[in-house]
């Protein structure tokens, strides 16, 4: 099968395409024939050997993807050979083929194209785990949302909206902030014109109870200045900086919380708690057309190094697909 | 009546005794002769000015006492003049006479000293709401808690091992060492020998899942390192320092919790909260003697500042009282 190859990306500065052997579904695996895959911003980071697997996934990129199951291991049940799906996937979804875990398998919802379906579960089980377990948010809350334009914006703001919260996000162009508003927000930020902790605590002084940040660096203070008491600020990877100082009077005084996760570091088994609870509670939603995928292009397999500069560039609004014809 | 003065503490360096108007109860509070009060580290701050009482409180130090109720306001009810009754005051306990929220009175628990039941409010409310309400402790969980010997360490060892936790806590000298473990913990680690982290990391390769402390600074970033999976940091002072940096890598890859609180912050209906639960569930093992007042020593009102000295000096195992004839 033809796999995306990144091992030499250091020396070409290219990701390149080659011939490999398929992947072998285990007994709680199913094999996938990838027609698309989704892109996210991990898979930039660990091109360049700054983001290593975990030690049991495949070293070829790619965390989501949709396509027709090729192959069922012995003890999967409710998938059978033929089936259209889109998954999570640990890692090679960068690939014709790929096995997943039979959990992190899901419908492809109605009238999608496979494409669509490809950019859906590492976004949405991202934001899922991130605003409503660790989050906390519920109806009536208000939520900001770091780049908002994002793929995980994207989803992050329709999660959000469907659960009845004010929704808040910051973008760094007016473009953005159409986009965004189109999506549903409240209010947008211009961060490029405005400073953030201003705008919230005039326009929001009983300030904010969720904040969903894949900043960090100096975001990291300014972020808890814009929260209320018992406000959490969910952290999802630190584009900015790693080692942010906080000020520990701001948490202990208003009782907040400081917390965040990966998915990617998860177990089996809360990965499908996560994806169970999508297929419960957005997949309909999907299918009804109130939540939208939001892919914003759509690349062939040969383009992989024009899909990733696209992201590289902060160009994106919304999710990048790459397609195998 | 007599209060102890601090306000040109700063010129004399030392607190004075002095005559004032005593307070006057209003409809929700109680007025109490006060027999005993408690010594707090935030008092210390406070005298120096750097502690400012919240706005509503009185200028007066001190968060704590036992003694008579004298008055009681119109709406104040279960609570009768001549009753022997322990508080939390939101300040002016440093005096004959302080005023108090009706809700955030005690009982004195059967067979304890006036001093011994002055010195229970301020530590068993701020660990009973840090440890169980924002640290989620459960049985069989395990904790570190920093300052073992502090009046907050005893409380805190108390009520965790009351909880059924594996109890670890951290001490400067040997002494104190002794002291913690005659309290029941399953581990003391002398941090004047050995480094924590290494010492958790060691002995308990599974980690912690709570750590109580109020050092901050630089065991900030080592106490994260020492938590596991969905372990809660919770944060109650920071001694050490107000500007820890922190790893928000180990946060997301392990899920964890930064909080914290102070009790002097809340509202008084979440004070009142938290004394309910201490009624219920901790009164009836401080009377059945489970659970100790951990008094250390007891000073008379015109030895304040040797009381303060003591505290500074950090010589104390346990809780100081003040007690006023």
Redesign the interface.
């Known amino acids: 099968m033809l796999i995306v190859c990144y091992k030499d990306y250091k020396v070409s500065g290219k990701l390149k395409i080659r011939e490999e052997q398929a992947p072998y579904p285990n007994d709680e695996e199913v094999l996938i024939r990838v027609k698309s895959f989704g892109i996210n911003r991990p898979d930039l980071l660990q091109k360049k050997g700054l983001y290593p697997p975990p030690a049991s996934a495949s070293k070829i990129l790619g965390l989501e993807c949709s396509g027709f199951v090729e192959k069922t291991g012995k003890k999967v049940k409710g998938i059978k050979e033929g089936d259209k799906v889109c998954a999570l996937t640990a890692g090679g979804a960068y690939a014709e083929k790929v096995s997943v875990h039979q959990w992190h398998c899901f419908n492809i919802p109605k009238n999608l194209a496979f494409s669509e379906a490809a950019v859906l579960p590492e976004v949405f089980m991202t934001c899922w785990a991130n605003i409503f377990e660790?989050g906390s948010l519920k109806q009536g809350d208000s939520i900001l949302i770091h780049g908002g334009n994002s793929g995980i914006g994207c989803a992050a703001i329709q999660l959000a909206k469907w659960a009845g919260a004010t929704v808040i996000c910051s973008v760094r162009t007016e473009e953005k902030k159409n986009f965004c508003e189109a999506l549903g927000c409240t209010s947008v930020i211009n961060i490029g014109k405005e400073d953030f902790v201003e705008y919230i605590q005039e326009k929001f002084p009983s300030k904010i109870n969720v904040i969903l940040d894949m900043i960090?660096g100096d975001f990291?203070e300014k972020n808890l200045r814009c929260l209320g008491e018992y406000g959490r600020l969910v952290?999802?990877?630190?584009l900015k900086g790693?080692?942010?100082?906080?000020?520990?009077?701001q948490?202990?005084?208003?009782?907040?919380?400081?917390?965040?996760?990966?998915l990617r570091?998860r177990s089996d088994k809360e990965k499908k708690r996560i994806a169970d609870q999508l297929k419960k509670n957005i997949w309909p939603e999907i299918e009804n057309g109130n939540i939208k995928p939001c892919l914003n292009k759509e690349y062939e397999l040969s383009e992989i190094n024009e899909a990733h500069e696209f992201m590289e560039n902060s160009m994106h609004m919304g999710k990048i697909a790459v397609t195998i014809s």
Chains 1, 2 share one sequence.
């Open positions: 660790l960090g990291t952290q999802i990877a630190f790693q080692f942010p100082k906080v000020d520990l009077m948490i202990i005084k208003q009782r907040l919380v400081i917390t965040g996760s990966t570091a």
